[in-house]
């Protein structure tokens, strides 16, 4: 009778246990990590199939359901001990993804120790509990306690040791939405976060000037790159969807070979000056602060026009010497105050031009105004 009813017990833990690493894995795989399962998936398969996060998150969530129990069965661990035979396989999720997106190695020398330490804390269970008195009179819930804290420390621990670069993520999920032709997703990527990578960078940039929004929103984003912020590399990843293939798919058209992104679109500029192709143009101009070359070819307007363009426009003039053929010919109430507010905080400061800068952020952070002092003033 008391075998059967700690027999029972032990599997309504071992019941629940199981529930909770089957929906962390299915949260990991599906929502967390999918898109790096699908690059190395695509990578390896070298595009010939491609990932179903529901199928990976089964295939992944059995083989490890299955680890988990040939460790319960050399351990003989149950009950309030249960939680310590998942441990290993929360591990080896981890391990899953924690691989260089460039190159798609493992460093396993530091998994080599993490799962040294594993191994050791199940051995450790397994003494503990040789001399733990009998559960059978400690209530169910008190058994169960144990076995979630471990669970909750268990997935922190796969979380903390695997892939968790964020610029990274938001790379991939760039490179996703463009692979389905979706500019405004691409565009949202990251909006509210001031890391970035050259591809991420890249796709967003196509995708404002393909939405019309580089006027308005180009410097709402991290810009370290100037205009080599308007390509990628043409020969990285050809075989899948997160490479150089699917951005010059999604810009439409490809550079020549060694050709230079600024090159690259002033070229597509001159040949047929399309919307996207203006606008594309206009951006490299002022990523790379080539403010006479910008009014040159696009002069001030009446109204109308995007914001960014403004800031360039009465940036010039504030910069060229009045009555100069370079200076443009512009006014505009709303902007004039804010840019010689800005000016004015850069000259008269007494501080270092990066502290004075950090402090502008706030205020300024997201104007063409700030992008140029970063760069030329």
Not at 93 to 108: N, P, Q
Not at 242 to 259: I, V
Request: aromatic share 12%; proline share 6%.
């Amino acid at each position: 009778m008391h075998d059967r009813l700690q027999q029972k017990r032990n599997n309504a833990i071992a019941t629940i246990l199981s529930i909770l690493f089957l929906l962390f894995t299915a949260f990991y795989v599906i929502f967390f990590q999918c898109d790096l399962f699908a690059l190395m998936q695509e990578t390896w398969a070298h595009g010939q199939t491609t990932n179903n996060p529901y199928v990976t998150a089964v295939i992944v969530g059995l083989l490890l359901f299955l680890l988990h129990l040939g460790v319960k069965r050399i351990t003989q661990l149950s009950g309030r001990w249960e939680a310590f035979t998942w441990l290993p396989s929360y591990l080896l999720l981890g391990l899953l993804t924690d691989v260089d997106s460039r190159t798609l190695h493992y460093d396993l020398i530091p998994w080599a120790a993490i799962m040294g330490g594993c191994l050791l804390v199940v051995l450790l269970a397994c003494w503990l509990r040789s001399v733990w008195p009998s559960d059978l009179r400690t209530p169910v819930i008190s058994l169960l306690v144990p076995g979630l804290v471990v669970s909750v420390i268990s997935m922190v621990l796969c979380l903390t040791f695997t892939n968790h670069d964020a610029a990274l993520h938001q790379e991939l999920a760039a490179y996703r939405h463009a692979s389905h032709d979706d500019a405004t997703r691409v565009a949202a990527v990251g909006r509210r976060s001031q890391e970035t990578t050259p591809a991420l960078t890249a796709l967003r940039n196509v995708a404002l000037a393909r939405e019309g929004r580089v006027g308005d929103e180009l410097f709402c984003y991290p810009q370290p790159y100037g205009s080599d912020g308007l390509g990628v590399n043409p020969f990285t990843r050809q075989n899948t969807r997160f490479g150089a293939s699917t951005f010059y798919t999604f810009l439409g058209a490809e550079p020549y070979g060694g050709e230079a992104p600024a090159a690259f679109v002033e070229r597509l500029y001159r040949q047929d000056d399309t919307p996207l192709h203006r606008n594309l143009y206009a951006a490299s101009l002022l990523l790379d602060g080539k403010l006479n070359d910008f009014v040159r070819n696009f002069p001030p307007t009446a109204s109308g026009a995007p914001l960014h363009f403004r800031e360039a426009w009465l940036l010039c003039r504030a910069l060229r010497p009045s009555g100069s053929p370079l200076s443009p010919d512009y006014r505009d109430a709303e902007l004039q105050p804010k840019l010689d507010d800005f000016l004015d905080t850069l000259r008269r400061s007494p501080r270092d031009r990066k502290e004075t800068l950090n402090a502008l952020f706030l205020t300024y952070g997201q104007t063409y105004w700030f992008y140029y002092a970063q760069h030329w003033l």
